[in-house]
């Protein structure tokens, strides 16, 4: 059964901490759009994005957005993560070089 997913306004941390969204067990997840937003009007940040296997951790081989600099206000669509699948158990991990700043939006579809 398919069932859609959806969060939203997260604020990221800096540095890297929990996983904003990790497949549930026996539960895949088709990443449809991912979306960052800068909430700052006066300062550039930072922004580092991982889709991570199952008991892996965030590493360079599957980082798929390496301290991308958002504009004040800028908006950014991750295209490199849509139409990934998080295998059950996989996380997409973000954080941005100052927390609490840029906010992020994701879709998907759980799939067991």
């Known amino acids: 059964m398919n069932r859609p997913v959806r969060i ?12 904003q969204y990790t497949a549930p067990v026996n539960v895949a997840c088709l990443l449809k759009k991912v979306t960052f ?5 006066l300062l550039a ?8 296997p ?6 360079d081989q599957n980082m798929v957005c390496k301290e991308r600099v958002l504009a004040p206000k800028e908006r950014f ?11 059950p158990g996989g996380a997409l991990l973000a954080f941005a070089g100052t927390t609490n ?12």
């Open 8 to 19: 939203e306004g997260v604020l990221l941390p800096s540095p890297a901490g929990a996983a």
């Open 37 to 41: 937003l800068n909430t700052s009007a």
């Open 45 to 52: 940040v930072t922004l580092t994005v991982h889709l991570i």
């Open 54 to 59: 199952p008991a892996g951790a965030a590493a």
């Open 77 to 87: 669509e991750l295209f490199e993560a849509e139409n990934q699948l998080l295998a």
């Open 101 to 112: 700043l840029i906010a992020m939006t994701a879709t998907g579809i759980e799939m067991t």
